[in-house]
């Protein structure tokens, strides 16, 4: 690979991001903690949507202290509806070992901080280049796609193996003086400028140093092989509420998806069976009535979806259960799909 112009490009990469960078609330930092709470919120979810998120956590948990012996409940809640919960389960065991391990202190070199629960290659990369300055590659999708533009690298993205690559090309291209400028400036071209469609070559301030755009054929690149099919999963989910207009909730598991979070009871649904037998079976409950009021909609997780039906139906509990009152309902941490049902049915 050849990288004759490598100091051309740094500079105007560097230069076009300190002069056009969007105004983020964890661009007014180099606190290495909460650049950390910003990586990991950034993951797989947009910048608008996070940004409301961040400022509210960092509200609540301003200090690695005070977030590493938080109530997980507390924790769940405040991450409620952005998703992916076994992020912020992750971020809270690593900011643990930091505190623990390290006086408090995020480690500010790849060995000890990839050592933490949830930090790979790119997060350590993130941390270590825009809150302690250190040249070390940080490679997302969006790095990926900008530098297989500029550098006409046709591997498939998709392969483990192909993220070395980038991340040798980082290696060598990264401008040492300016590390965090240089990363978020890739990071910035692939969300603003070279985006996955519809590239606006024209507005590149790197366009002169890109091979695609001069064989002409940045539209095709990266090349991504497809996913594997998703998975499609059916459930009924019952508000089961009894006369005291209390519902019947329940807690997920404490491992896989969503968990500890808190649901309506959820039944798969199976040809041939009935749901609200299972219902009244499993968790001991007599079906006095149903509203018929079903809402249908799905929900989708990145390798699954749930196709949900739900509705109320009053019931008499045959033994104790956990039934809340919708002001206690309000206080629990619910997946987005719960929360959806709860909002349509209040």
Not at 65 to 93: H, M
Request: aromatic share 10%; hydrophobic share 40%.
């Amino acid at each position: 690979m050849n990288y004759e112009y490598k100091e051309e490009f740094r500079k105007e990469l560097v230069d076009w991001f300190d002069r056009e960078k969007r105004d983020l609330p964890w661009r007014q930092t180099t606190d290495p903690y909460k650049i950390w709470v910003s990586e990991v919120m950034l993951q797989q979810t947009r910048v608008e949507t996070v940004i409301p998120y961040y400022k509210r956590f960092l509200e609540k948990f301003p200090t690695p202290e005070i977030f590493a012996y938080a109530p997980q409940e507390d924790i769940l809640k405040t991450w409620e509806g952005l998703g992916y919960y076994s992020r912020v389960r992750n971020l809270q065991a690593g900011v643990k070992e930091v505190v623990e391990t390290y006086g408090g202190i995020v480690p500010d070199n790849r060995v000890d901080i990839s050592k933490l629960k949830g930090v790979g290659p790119y997060t350590a990369g993130a941390v270590l280049s825009i809150a302690y300055g250190k040249p070390e590659h940080a490679v997302d999708g969006n790095v990926m796609r900008v530098l297989s533009r500029v550098l006409h690298i046709y591997d498939d993205i998709a392969l483990p193996k192909t993220k070395k690559i980038f991340e040798e090309a980082v290696m060598e291209l990264i401008d040492p003086h300016h590390a965090s400028s240089f990363n978020q400036g890739l990071m910035e071209l692939g969300a603003l400028i070279c985006t996955p469609t519809s590239p606006k070559c024209l507005l590149c301030p790197v366009r002169e140093y890109c091979r695609a755009f001069e064989a002409g054929d940045a539209a095709q690149l990266p090349v991504k092989t497809k996913k594997i099919k998703m998975k499609n999963l059916f459930y009924k989910v019952y508000l089961a509420r009894d006369k005291e207009g209390r519902y019947l909730m329940e807690k997920r598991g404490d491992s896989g998806l969503l968990a500890n979070m808190w649901q309506f009871p959820m039944v798969e649904m199976k040809e041939g069976e009935s749901p609200l037998e299972k219902l009244s079976t499993r968790y001991e409950l007599e079906v006095a009535s149903s509203s018929n009021a079903v809402i249908s909609f799905k929900h989708i997780f990145s390798h699954l979806t749930w196709h949900i039906e739900a509705e109320v139906v009053e019931v008499d509990a045959k033994s104790a259960k956990k039934f809340f009152l919708p002001a206690q309902i309000e206080e629990l941490p619910m997946p987005v799909p719960m929360l959806k049902i709860w909002r349509e049915i209040k």
